[in-house]
């Protein structure tokens, strides 16, 4: 079946970095494409990185590049995304996901999708 499991996010004040981190189960993350969503309140849900399967080729939505890096182990089976210099308007929830196919993650309908773990900025 697979399962992804987010770590805790955490509230940091703008600025500051938070690293999250999404352990995959049941399933290799070397056999599959994974990334990072986000969703604001009122706002949809947008991808924010993706990367392959295996992590040689990564993508960063240009709102976040040169602050957020994505980043697979794949002897852990885990996920990461670093997220630096934060800023309020990253403020959102944030989930992780995957899936066989890569046009299906950036489309936003991945295999699977972990339970989402909330990042709070405050200015």
């Known amino acids: 079946q697979g399962q992804l499991v987010e770590s805790a996010g955490g509230s940091v004040q703008a600025g500051g970095s938070l690293r999250l981190s999404c352990v995959a189960s049941e399933m290799r993350t070397d056999d599959i494409h994974m990334g990072w969503f986000r969703q604001a309140p009122g706002k949809e849900r947008e991808g924010v990185a993706f990367?392959?399967?295996?992590?040689?080729?990564?993508y960063v939505d240009s709102v976040v590049k040169g602050r957020f890096t994505i980043s697979k182990d794949n002897a852990r089976n885990t996920l990461y995304l670093q997220l630096n210099n934060l800023k309020p308007e990253d403020t959102a929830k944030y989930y992780c996901?995957?899936?066989?196919?890569?046009?299906?993650?950036?489309?936003?309908?991945?295999?699977?999708w972990g339970q989402g773990t909330q990042v709070t900025v405050s200015s």
């Open positions: 996901a995957s899936s066989i196919l890569l046009s299906q993650l950036q489309s936003g309908t991945p295999d699977h």
């Open positions: 990367i392959n399967r295996d992590g040689a080729t990564s």
